[in-house]
């Protein structure tokens, strides 16, 4: 088994933590991870996407050309990745901030209104987390319990504050894909 999943959105939206959560938690599994970020010159504000490889196997390598998944945050990432998922693949977009549609006929499609979701649980900056949730929710490369589980080695010092409201917003985007 090996899943693969490429994260994208601007800096500052949360993408590399997503990457590198999925990443832990998967380690804490005992699979076979990579997590290979890239940025764009800008570090807030400019583009940012990772790749985030789970593997029962040795992983031959962590560059993806025709990922399996795509979370997408922005409408620039939708039109870099959305041509590029294998077919059959899966698309995850916040529908809040992305408005197009996807064209392809051959992808399962989640349009998740994540940033309208994460402000009902009280801030935007929960978006990321309501989007994993939705991709975990799908695909469950990993338990939602390793996940959890390492929140707090990403969430330190004043931010342990936020384990829990972080769990909720996961859970809101499980519930989300759960009701289609």
Request: with cysteine; proline share 5%; net charge negative.
């Amino acid at each position: 088994m090996e899943h693969n999943v490429v994260i994208a959105g601007f800096g500052g939206q949360g993408v590399m933590l997503i990457g590198e959560l999925l990443a832990h938690a998967g380690m804490d599994e005992g699979k076979e991870v990579t997590w290979m970020p890239s940025y764009g010159p800008e570090q807030r504000g400019g583009t940012a996407n990772c790749s985030v490889v789970i593997a029962d196997e040795p992983i031959a390598s962590p560059v993806l050309t025709n990922p399996q998944a795509a979370i997408i945050f922005n409408v620039q990432s939708f039109d870099k990745f959305e041509p590029v998922i294998e077919h059959e693949g899966l698309l995850i977009l916040d529908s809040t901030l992305v408005e197009k549609k996807s064209a392809r006929s051959d992808l399962d499609v989640v349009y998740i209104p994540a940033t309208d979701i994460a402000q009902k649980l009280g801030s935007s900056k929960y978006t990321n987390m309501v989007l994993l949730g939705a991709y975990l929710g799908k695909v469950a490369p990993i338990t939602m319990e390793s996940v959890y589980g390492a929140l707090p080695i990403f969430l330190t010092g004043k931010k342990t504050d936020l384990i829990e409201i972080n769990k909720r917003a996961l859970q809101a985007g499980v519930d989300f894909v759960s009701k289609k």
